[in-house]
């Protein structure tokens, strides 16, 4: 009997699509561009013969061969004098601190002949010590070749003293004719740049100094400072924390000037007093996937539940009705809260005025006042205050700015209404990194130095000042802020000498506070504020009613406030959540866009295009910005990410996605009209399959179970083969002859699910570390992305084997249904890169030996004996191989992405790594030109390497601490004790590659 | 078949010739006749300056000689001022005992009050002169007469390289020899061809030239198929491997030996003088780059030696007592005014730029500091005798294959505490590679040193 079994090749054939029906009747997605070639005429009408052809092809060859018979001549050219300090081919290393107006973090640079190549985090247990994504590819934009390159005035080509002088005549005939002359930065926590800017209140008497931070704080800070008498705000102490409770608060992703991403990993290490996070949001952000409960809340209910909790806590304030189940989780989670002991936090994100007043409310309520959130050590790095804002745009429309000097910020971009206002300053002087939309409109630009050029000091958090110095001489004719305002009020000392004096004048050592980055100091502390009165905050704040409409919330990506939007790795490296890279989109939850009639469609070849929708708030219209299904969206908002939608950035961010900011709201949310435009969108995906299907790829336990059976039989079981000798695992069924891999080294790679949360940092260290090919949006979207680690994110499905046995559902329709994420997923993150296997399949499949195995458990990549079959990308079970399609060094296809195509971004290119040619296979090498470099110096020194002397340029990055490297043969090491851990198991080891990676179990505090 | 093979025959030859002109115009013989003259100058003040340290004991010039160099010449020249004054006629301007005095100890002898002491020390702007207790009295003696006699003594130079001229004779007469004999066979080959010819006249035969015997016997040669088989044969093999000869040797470098833009001697710094390599190139113990030394480096010896006392073959001054031009080109460099024997101020320093001998490609990783520090290999092992160098050349091959040869045969360090020390209480990794290889030599290749990963990445 013939079978009558239907097999469908993809979800769209089963469900019959349109794009299904167009692949059955033509079998090429895409027509062959045969008609273009046969109407081009010329082309038909040619003259050539095959014999011509054939002369022209022997030529060539013959010219082809002479050309390579000649070597160039190469010069090698030593210093002069060669510095001290410096010995070529040996990197330096400098402390300093890194800012770019948005971020603040404490790093080491890597320089090697005097070029930073690479960040590194900071000496440990300084603030904010880690590096995110922005801070690690920070050395890129120092590289970049849209910097303005000198003064510029009135449109044209200037110099120093001809700008400085304007800027000082304009400040002087303001004061003569009583108009103000107003500073506007980014937030200014510098002492040096502080006691500058109050040299010159003291010089000029019409003086005004306002603080602009592009995703604002002002409401949150307006609060704190009521309550603790500075503009800043309190210290969040996860590590005293058992509970962490946040309401859209992205913590772990972005926004947040602190950086909690560490010790939110300490504490979540699995086992009992595990800390537990709750998370309330519209949008699925990166902090929200992490979440161990994760609750689905409108913006508007926000201050509603938040009231809730408040008097549920004892406080009071005004109440509102709320849906069923949110009350019903709320009141949960204020049973958890009561039973907290103190030993709780409350974040809230966005800058709403009524729920910052009922978050310190709460937080005074739980008892976190001194203890989790310790309000007697502000964090200085926010100061904005959008009131003043706003009076500088009045001020400035009502002709009462007669000289406005604007540095290091780019208000025309951030706000909407700067624009107008802008033009209307007597004179207007920008001290910018780049002709942006500000520095367009102003009278004056003239170029500043980039964080890795200048000298500075910060004081970031009560009891810690650093010192940023600078690593490589200004690439450009810049000059520091410090420098300019000492001009104008007659303090002609270098910015050194300014910062050197701060330090000096705080007591310090200044060699020594130099060379260690910082110190620790007494000032910046505060009494702290009481807990009763902001507890009685709470009954003075407005509490919303839900909203019906749809309601927008911000978010931040990688690319942050949009600071360093020029800046490709930024745009390469992929959403965490969303996995779409080179874009800014509307997410949005998969009811609302089935009612609106948006959709969402994946091609053939796999690409994915999504519908545009207008987005109107008030009177502020963003036209074109496509919409994104997002499982996990709660109904009724969208999301949009801010940083995108430049016009003066660079040829990398210039029209690429939509300004969110030029909706106008500061507040991060905002009620929206949303309606259908026409066409499609084509995105950049990473990633196609969301759902594990059913397998065990990322390996999950609760912590209850977890803690039930720490040997881990219940939970991380082998998989086992029905051998004629009985069950085997894969280890034990091995058909290989094994590697000596007892006598040298023995590199492994523990990675724990865990620790991870996903932020990508690891990424971006990894493209800087190995010179890894920027390829652009085009190339992406063919699924020809250059990552040697990427980090895969799974949603988990409703359906499972487990329920289709139950509810009796057939096989198709159960892979069709597992296939679907379910509308309030869990989320996991998964590190995937080269897994080093011991069997490697790829290493049997290579025709020409290129990809070989090493003693020390690593796989080797010879670039030079790669002929580009291919054949390993194809057999590799964990798709970590990247091929080189293009020379993207030189294609002219690459020249708006690629940094390398210019002589300024190929300076961070690292001198140890080779820079592959089209053609060849690449792959992750476990930073081997570090290992090798370890090595080297344990035998310059005579002793063993030592556990932790080195690590992975990836490892090295992540805050988390998720990734552990290091030489098992090393019965000490932490990477043995990690593998011998319950935890641990391979990825894919039914397959029996023997992977020298291995992950440890993700452990849920459900 | 030959029509295919032809293009590239005429293409490998193209290659061939534009590769040598290539060479000939980047690279200079290695022995010229005029390095050869230059080491054979250097040989006779080698050999003048053996005789002189021989001699030493007594008050002699020769001794004297001998200690100036040794304790003075840093500071003092006999014609010129250094860091002190020339001191050609010293014993003119002071007495000897004066001398005697102020050498030995100048500081006891300006603090005795001595005005004339006081003087000369603030005339040098107070810099203070080595005391030199250890000479005695006899040892000053010679020194200054060394400063009387300076060094005319040089001129019997001209007579030792007469003596080594009829040598260098011989040997060029050798080729003259060879014209003789060939000369000689071809007198020979003619006159037995008139005997054989006249041989034929009184058979009666037809006589014969040259030319008609060859005819008739390469058309016997062409006839014999299995001769021509061979010659075929002969001439393919002859061709592949002259082909394959030549393919393997594009790219390589062997000899290249470009022409730089200071006329360095290695034979004189790191041969005749001596200096440790690493003194210069220091950064070839850390780091992966031997480096180039930068011009201030030169400057420690060169802010003294300004190439003056260079002497030619005939024994002469080379450059007629006057700074070497080639050194003038560090000054130029760095801005040192020899003259007034300062840097110059704001001045616009010249980097050199050397051609670069020895390169690797990209995609090979080396590391000198590896080979140098970790494997202790000598300098010369790759880079052969530089210290008999005029002019530097790549001495080795530089290719994979040499790497890996090295590699199979050289043995690790196993007394470095990296292999020998155990950072876990357990085996270290020298006992283990004993466990696993028992008494076979440990070299690089059995750590791991063939693997692709090690160089390539």
Redesign the interface.
């Known amino acids: 009997m013939a079978s009558n079994k239907v097999y469908w090749k993809s979800f769209d054939q089963l469900a019959n699509t349109e794009v299904s029906q167009r692949l059955a009747e033509n079998e090429f997605a895409q027509d062959i561009p045969a008609d273009v070639f046969l109407a081009d005429e010329r082309s038909m009408e040619a003259q050539t013969s095959r014999r011509d052809f054939l002369k022209f092809l ?1 030529f060539s060859t ?1 010219a082809a ?2 050309a ?4 160039p ?10 510095p001290d300090s410096l ?4 990197p330096s290393f400098y402390a300093t601190a890194y800012t770019d107006g948005q971020d603040y973090a404490s790093v080491l640079v890597k320089t090697r002949e005097g070029r930073p190549i690479k960040i590194e985090p900071g000496d440990a247990g300084r603030f904010n010590r880690g590096t995110n994504a922005r801070a690690q590819a920070s050395v890129l934009s120092l590289y970049d070749s849209a910097r303005l390159r000198g003064p510029v005035l009135n449109g044209n080509e200037s110099d120093w003293s001809t700008v400085e002088a304007s800027l000082k005549k304009a400040a002087d005939a303001a004061l003569a004719q009583g108009t103000q002359f107003v500073l506007l930065t980014s937030s200014v926590f510098s002492p040096s740049l502080q006691a500058a800017i109050e040299r010159l209140r003291q010089a000029y008497a019409n003086f005004q100094h306002v603080e602009l931070d592009a995703v604002s704080q002002s409401n949150n800070l307006d609060v704190w400072e009521s309550l603790i008498g500075v503009r800043a705000l309190p210290f969040v102490d996860l590590t005293a924390a058992n509970l962490v409770v946040s309401f859209g608060s992205d913590f772990l992703g972005g926004g947040m000037a602190q950086q909690l991403s560490s010790d939110y990993a300490t504490r979540r290490k699995p086992g009992s007093g595990m800390l537990r996070h709750v998370e309330l949001e519209s949008n699925l952000s990166l902090t929200g996937s992490n979440a161990d409960k994760r609750v689905k809340i409108k913006p508007s209910e926000v201050s509603g539940a938040l009231a809730y909790l408040v008097n549920e806590l004892g406080g009071s304030a005004s109440k509102v009705a709320l849906r069923d189940d949110l009350t019903k989780a709320l009141k949960a989670l204020a049973g958890e809260l009561k039973a907290s002991n103190g030993k709780a936090v409350v974040l809230v994100g966005g800058d709403d005025a009524n729920q910052a007043k009922l978050s310190a409310a709460l937080n005074a309520l739980v008892g976190a006042f001194g203890a989790t959130l310790r309000t007697d050590k502000p964090v200085y790095i926010r100061r904005g205050n959008e009131a003043r804002v706003a009076n500088l745009i009045a001020d400035l429309k009502a002709k009462r700015v007669g000289a406005l000097l604007v540095a290091g910020t780019n208000p025309v971009y951030f706000r909407p209404d700067f624009a107008e206002a802008i033009k209307s300053a007597t004179f207007s002087w920008a001290l910018t990194d780049r002709m942006d939309e500000t520095a367009q409109l102003c009278a004056a630009a003239a170029p500043e130095p980039h964080y890795l050029e200048a000298w500075g000091d910060f004081r970031p958090v009560a009891g810690e000042y650093t010192v940023a110095q600078p690593t490589i001489k200004n690439l450009f004719n810049s000059k520091a802020l410090l420098e300019v305002l000492g001009a104008l009020s007659g303090d002609s000392r270098s910015a050194k000498d300014q910062v050197a004096a701060s330090a000096t004048a705080m007591g310090l050592n200044w060699n020594q506070t130099l060379h260690d980055g910082g110190a620790s100091v007494t000032s910046g502390s505060v009494a702290g504020a009481s807990a009763g009165s902001a507890a009685a905050l709470a009954s003075s704040a407005k509490v919303a009613k839900p909203a019906s409409g749809m309601e927008l919330a911000f978010y931040e990506n990688a690319v942050g406030a949009g600071f360093q939007a020029n800046n490709p790795w930024l745009h390469e490296l992929p959403d965490p959540v969303t996995r779409l890279t080179w874009d800014n989109y509307l997410t949005m939850a998969a009811v609302d866009a089935l009612a609106l009639g948006f959709e969402n469609e994946t091609n053939s070849d796999g690409s994915l295009d999504g519908s545009y929708a207008t987005v109107k708030v008030g009177n502020h219209v963003l036209e074109n910005v496509p919409v994104f299904i997002q499982p996990g969206q709660t109904a009724g908002t969208v999301g949009l990410a801010y940083g995108y939608g430049r016009t003066a950035a660079g040829k990398v961010a210039d029209a690429m996605g939509v300004n969110a900011y030029a909706l106008g709201v500061t507040t991060g949310s905002a009620n929206v009209e949303i309606t259908k435009a026409e066409d499609m969108h084509e995105f950049a995906t990473v990633q196609l399959g969301n759902t594990m299907m059913g397998r065990r790829i990322v390996n999950e336990v609760t912590l209850a179970d977890f803690v039930a059976d720490p040997s881990g039989a219940s939970w991380n079981e082998k998989p086992t083969f029905h051998t004629i000798d009985g069950h085997k695992t894969s280890e034990e069924a091995n058909l290989w002859a094994d590697h ?1 891999h ?3 080294h023995m590199w492994n790679m523990s990675i724990d699910l865990n620790s991870c949360t996903g932020c990508g940092a690891c990424v971006v260290a990894c493209h800087i570390e190995n010179n890894v090919p920027v390829v652009g949006k085009q190339e992406i979207r063919n699924l020809r992305d250059m990552h040697w680690l990427r980090i895969d994110r799974y949603y988990s499905s409703d359906m499972s084997k487990e329920r289709a046995e139950d509810e009796n559902i057939g096989g198709i329709e159960m892979y069709a249904k597992m296939e679907e994420p379910s509308e309030s997923p869990s989320v996991v993150f998964q590190p995937v890169m080269c897994q080093h296997c011991n069997h490697a399949p790829c290493e049997t499949v290579c025709p020409v030996g ?1 990809t ?1 195995h ?3 458990g ?1 796989n ?6 790669c002929i580009g079959t291919r054949y390993c990308a194809n057999n590799c079970p964990y798709k970590v191989r990247r091929f080189n399609w293009f020379n993207y060094m030189a294609n002219e296809q690459f020249a708006d992405v690629n940094p390398s195509q210019d002589d300024y971004g190929r300076m961070v290119l690292n001198p ?4 592959r040619s089209r053609g060849v296979m690449e792959k992750c ?1 476990m930073c ?2 570090r290992v ?1 470099y370890a ?2 110096e ?10 932790g002397a080195f690590t992975t340029a990836c490892a090295e990055a992540c805050d988390s601490g998720a990734i552990t490297f290091g030489d098992v043969n ?4 932490a990477v043995r004790a990690a593998k011998a851990d319950a935890r641990a198991y391979h990825l894919l080891e039914e397959v029996g590659t023997q992977p020298s990676v291995f992950y440890m179990t993700k452990v849920r505090n459900a | 078949m030959s029509v295919i093979i032809m ?1 590239d025959l005429v ?1 490998s030859y ?2 061939h010739a ?2 040598s002109h ?1 060479l000939l115009y ?1 690279m200079r013989m290695r022995f010229s006749p005029i390095a050869s003259l230059i080491r054979r100058s250097f040989l006779t003040i080698l050999s003048i300056s053996l005789l002189s340290i021989s001699a030493s004991g007594e008050v002699s010039a020769e001794a004297g000689k001998k200690l100036f160099k040794a304790n003075c010449a840093s500071c003092h020249k006999l014609d010129k001022k250094l860091v002190g004054p020339a001191l050609g006629d010293v014993t003119q301007r002071r007495s000897e005992e004066w001398l005697l005095k102020w050498i030995r100890n100048n500081a006891e002898f300006r603090a005795s009050g001595d005005k004339d002491a006081k003087a000369i020390f603030e005339e040098y702007g107070g810099s203070v002169m080595q005391a030199f207790p250890a000479l005695t009295d006899d040892d000053i003696k010679s020194i200054l007469a060394y400063t009387i006699e300076g060094d005319k003594k040089a001129a019997p130079a001209p007579a030792a390289d007469a003596v080594a001229a009829p040598a260098a004779g011989g040997d060029t007469s050798s080729p003259w020899l060879v014209y003789l004999l060939g000369g000689f066979l071809l007198i020979n080959l003619y006159l037995l061809l008139r005997v054989r010819n006249t041989l034929k006249q009184l058979n009666g035969e037809e006589p014969t030239n040259l030319v008609e015997d060859l005819g008739v016997f390469s058309r016997i040669l062409v006839a014999n198929k299995r001769f021509m088989t061979f010659l075929t044969v002969v001439l393919a093999l002859g061709f592949l491997y002259a082909l394959y000869s030549y393919l393997m040797s ?2 390589m ?1 062997q000899n290249y030996q ?1 022409a730089q833009p200071i006329a360095f001697s290695h034979k004189i710094h790191a041969g005749d003088n001596g200096v440790d390599c690493n003194y210069c190139h220091s ?1 070839a113990r ?4 031997s ?7 030169c400057m420690n010896c060169h802010m003294y030696i300004d190439g003056s006392e260079i002497v030619d073959a005939t024994g002469n001054a080379k450059y007629g007592g006057e700074r070497s031009p080639e050194i003038a080109k560090i000054y130029a ?2 801005g040192w005014d020899p003259e007034a024997r300062t840097y110059i101020e704001g001045y616009e ?8 001998i020895h ?1 690797l490609p ?2 090979a ?1 080396f ?1 000198h ?2 080979h140098v ?2 494997g202790q290999i000598e300098c010369q092992t790759c880079h052969g005798p530089v210290q008999e160098m005029e002019e530097v050349y790549q001495f080795s091959e530089l290719t994979m294959g040499w790497c890996i040869n090295c590699h199979r045969e050289t043995e690790i360090k196993g007394d ?3 292999y020998a ?6 085996a ?2 020298s006992d ?2 004993v ?2 290889f028992h008494d076979e030599k440990i070299t690089a290749a059995n ?2 040193g063939l ?4 160089c ?2």
């Open positions: 022997g013959a061969t002479l390579a018979c000649e070597q001549i190469i010069e090698s050219v030593p210093y002069v004098v060669k010995t070529p081919g040996v000596d007892e006598t040298m290129a070989v090493s003693r020390e690593l080797h990549m010879a670039y030079n004996r140890d790594v080779t820079v090498t081997i030109q090798q090595k080297l344990a035998k310059k020194v005579g002793q063993p390497v030592a556990d090393n019965t000490k090491s | 293009p293409l193209f290659c534009l590769k290539r980047s594009v790219g470098a470009p950064s850390h780091s992966k780059h480096g180039i030394p930068s011009a201030n480096v460099a760095i320093q010249k980097p050199i730029q050397w051609i670069r390169n990209d995609l990783y590391n500091a590896q520090s970790a470095n505490g990296y020390g155990s950072i876990d209480g357990s270290s990794i283990r590679l466990e696993r750590i791991g693997e692709c990963g090690k390539h990445y």
